[in-house]
């Protein structure tokens, strides 16, 4: 692994093998780390082992996403435009004009975002588990607004302290807040993020969770912006909580040039999901080569 500063936020990365560039975008919410796509991965994702299995074909790009992992952060309003940014600044770090981006989760937000934002860096979208629906949005909501009811109740040394208890935030209690791993690995950021302004703070996460998760939609791009995206995508649906079979099909209804794989998780083998990788991105080339 690597470190290098992106925009402006100590990011850690990865790049294995030297064919078509592919962007990760890892699943896991807000704990977005390349380790979710190995070790600490799910059924799908730990036997695949994406981030080598496909070095054989692609050139792969993996990250562990700002405010993630062992990756940086900055106290700021989230935006999914800003998530896109730090995905892009990733791209050119490595010297890729163009890639595949590949979500998982709620990675799928950031690409989808990268889509709009940034479709000349797009060759294609391949989104396994769009997030989104009720509870998805629910979730959401309960994990911003927890958060800033400790803050307000204990104040922010108290969400530094259970910050570096927790070390993530949307796997536990929300009491650390998003910032949670930054917190936890950076006594400096930690430091800092005592001495800030309370409300300040607190207006920030308002406005990220208002920003985030402002309907049952799938997160990331809007519904206008879905429908004016001209960028090849290739959607593979859950079916929990999170990952609504209709986040799914309403990225099909929305988006103009999309595909729908018909296999549901009990078929997403780590072979049915590794085939639809490598063969999605292969119908893609095709038809950007023969337009």
Sequence with gaps: MASATIDGIKTIYQVTGNGTPLLMLAPGGFDSTMAKWGSGGNATWKPLDPLNSLADEFKVIAYDRREAGASGGRIET????????????????????????????????????IGHYYPDRCLGLLLHWPVGGWRWMKKGHEKLDGHAAFVRQHGLAAAVERAKQLKSFWAGDPDGGPWTS????????????????????????????????????????????????????????????SHATSAAHTLRELMPIVTLSPLMPPQQTPQAVGQWIRESARAMQKTAVAA
């Design 78 to 113: 989230f935006t999914w435009e800003a998530y896109a940014r730090h995905a892009v600044a990733m791209l050119d770090h490595v010297g890729a004009k163009k890639a595949f981006i590949l979500g998982g989760c709620m990675g799928c937000s950031v690409a989808t975002a």
């Design 182 to 241: 930054v917190i936890a690995t950076d006594p400096e950021f930690a430091q800092a993020f005592v001495k800030q302004d309370r409300d300040r703070y607190l207006a920030h996460v308002q406005q990220s969770r208002l920003n985030l998760f402002n309907d049952t939609m799938p997160s990331g791009a809007t519904g206008d912006q879905l429908l004016a995206m001209k960028v090849p995508t290739a959607v593979m649906s859950g079916d929990d909580a």
